[in-house]
C-alpha cells in the first residue's frame, strides 16, 4: 500500500506534535531535524503542561487535550510526570484580593480551582514560606514533565509506536511544494510542515519577515536540596505570575496589582521576572524566569537578573538547603499581536506552525491535532 508521505522541519515540541498527528491521520512522516540531538526550547522549559494560564474556550480546551496526550505518551513509555496541579501563593492583599476574584471566576467556568487558607498551606506545603503568607489559589489541572526526558521519549514514542522516523544532524536548506532540500539532495514529500521555532530565518524569510513577530530570552536556574527526599508537593508561582498569563486579565484588581508592581519592583517589571518553581522526578528544582524581547540576544546570562529571581524566591519558598546546579537561557518566538501561533501556508501544501511563546508544552499537542485535521 501506497501511504501519502509528509517531512517535518524541527523536532522541538511542535515539530513532534506536528509528526503525531500527521502519522495519525495516515502519512508516514519523516522528521528532519539539524541537530544531533534537541537543543532548543523544548528542552529549556520547566516542562509545565499550564492550562490554568488559558483563557476559557479554544484555548483552554486545547491545553487540556495536550494534558491528555502527554499523559497517554507517558503511560505508554513510563515517561515520568506528575499531576502536581499548581498554587498561586499571596503575600499582599491586592495578591489576595485577585486570587479570591479569580477563583469566583474560575469557579463559575468549572474549573477545578481552589482557595487555600496560609494555614492550609503551611499543612499541605511546608516548604512555602509561611511568613506574611495571605493564602493561594490551588488549581488541579497542571501536569509537570521533565522536558530533557520528554522530548527524547516522546521523539522515540513516535517511532516505536508510530510510523514517524527522524533524521537529526541534517538542516533543510529551502522546501517547496513536495520536496525540501538538504543541500544538494531533493527529498520529495505531499506534505511539508515547517516547525523551526526561533531559526525562523532560514526558510521562508520573507514571510517571516512580514509578521509581527520577535524573540523572547528567559532565564533559568535548577536546584537540588541536600533533604534528598524534599517534596514542594505542588508547581508554585508568586504574585507576579497574574501578570503573565492571558486567563487572569479578568480579575478586576489586576490593573491596580500591575500599578504597584510598576511602581515597586521596577527591575522585575524591566526583567520580565515572575517566579516559578517546577520539581522533576529526581528532586531537582527548575526556577525561572525573566522574559527579554528582541531580534538577537547577548550569549551571556546577566547575574543580576538571577539574584532578583532567587530574592523573589526565597519570599515564597524556604530554599535554605537548595544549592544551585546549573543555569541556563532559552528562547522562543512570541507573536507582537496577541496570536498565540502561527499557521500559514506558504506555498501549496506547505505550511508553517509556529509562534506559541511560552505555551509550546501545554499547547501544541492540542492545536497540531485542529491544524492537521484542517489542513491536510
Ligand atoms: C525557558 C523557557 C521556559 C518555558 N517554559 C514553558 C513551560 O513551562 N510550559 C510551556 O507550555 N511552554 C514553555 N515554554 C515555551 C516552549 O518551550 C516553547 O513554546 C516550545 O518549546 C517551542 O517549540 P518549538 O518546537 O517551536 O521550538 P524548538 O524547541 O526550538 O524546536 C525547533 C527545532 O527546529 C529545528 N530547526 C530549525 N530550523 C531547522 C532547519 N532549517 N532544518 C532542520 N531543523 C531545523 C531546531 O534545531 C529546533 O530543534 C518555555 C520556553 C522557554 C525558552
Excluded at 514514542?157 to 529551502?174: I, M
Aim: with cysteine; net charge negative.
Amino acid at each position: 500500500m501506497n501511504h501519502k508521505t509528509a517531512i517535518v522541519v524541527g523536532a522541538g515540541i511542535v515539530g513532534l506534535a506536528t509528526a503525531r498527528a500527521l502519522s495519525l491521520a495516515g502519512y508516514k512522516v519523516t522528521v528532519i531535524e539539524k541537530s544531533e540531538k534537541p537543543v532548543g526550547a523544548s528542552i529549556r522549559n520547566f516542562g509545565m503542561v499550564w492550562p490554568i494560564g488559558q483563557p476559557e474556550g479554544l484555548l483552554f480546551n486545547r491545553a487540556m487535550r495536550s494534558r491528555q496526550v502527554w499523559k497517554d505518551i507517558s503511560d505508554s513509555t513510563g515517561m515520568w510526570y506528575s499531576e502536581s496541579g499548581s498554587m498561586h501563593l499571596a503575600y499582599h492583599a491586592d495578591e489576595w484580593q485577585v486570587l479570591q476574584e479569580l477563583a469566583a471566576l474560575f469557579q463559575q467556568e468549572g474549573r477545578q480551582v481552589f482557595l487555600l487558607s496560609s494555614s492550609t498551606i503551611a499543612a499541605r506545603f511546608p516548604h512555602v514560606q509561611q511568613k506574611g503568607l495571605l493564602g493561594g489559589l490551588f488549581s488541579n489541572t497542571e501536569l509537570i514533565v521533565d522536558p530533557r526526558e520528554a522530548i527524547v521519549t516522546t521523539a522515540a514514542y513516535l517511532e516505536n509506536f508510530l510510523d514517524v522516523q527522524f533524521l537529526y544532524k541534517t538542516q533543510v536548506a529551502n522546501v517547496e511544494t513536495g520536496a525540501v532540500y538538504i543541500g544538494d539532495q531533493k527529498i520529495l514529500a505531499d506534505l511539508v510542515w515547517v516547525c523551526s521555532g526561533q531559526d525562523f530565518e532560514t526558510l521562508f524569510p520573507t514571510v517571516f519577515s512580514n509578521l509581527p513577530i520577535t524573540r523572547c530570552k528567559l532565564q533559568m536556574m535548577r536546584f537540588k536540596s541536600s533533604d534528598e527526599v524534599m517534596k514542594i508537593g505542588t508547581s508554585v508561582c508568586g504574585g507576579l505570575s497574574l501578570i503573565h498569563y492571558k486567563s487572569f486579565t479578568k480579575a478586576t484588581g489586576l490593573q491596580k496589582l500591575e500599578e504597584r508592581y510598576k511602581a515597586e519592583m521596577q527591575a522585575y517589571i524591566k526583567y520580565g521576572i515572575h517566579v516559578m518553581v517546577a520539581q522533576n522526578g529526581n528532586g531537582e528544582l527548575t526556577v525561572g524566569d525573566s522574559h527579554e524581547y528582541g531580534h538577537s540576544f547577548e550569549p551571556f546570562d546577566s547575574a543580576h537578573i538571577n539574584e532578583l529571581i532567587f530574592s523573589y524566591l526565597k519570599q515564597m519558598m524556604d530554599c535554605s538547603s537548595w544549592k544551585l546546579i546549573q543555569s541556563w537561557n532559552g528562547i522562543y518566538p512570541k507573536m507582537q499581536n496577541g496570536a498565540t501561533e502561527i499557521c500559514l501556508s506558504p506555498a501549496t501544501d506547505v505550511f508553517i506552525l509556529n509562534g506559541l511563546g511560552g505555551a509550546g508544552m501545554t499547547l501544541s499537542f492540542g492545536l497540531a491535532e485542529e491544524m492537521v485535521k484542517q489542513y491536510a
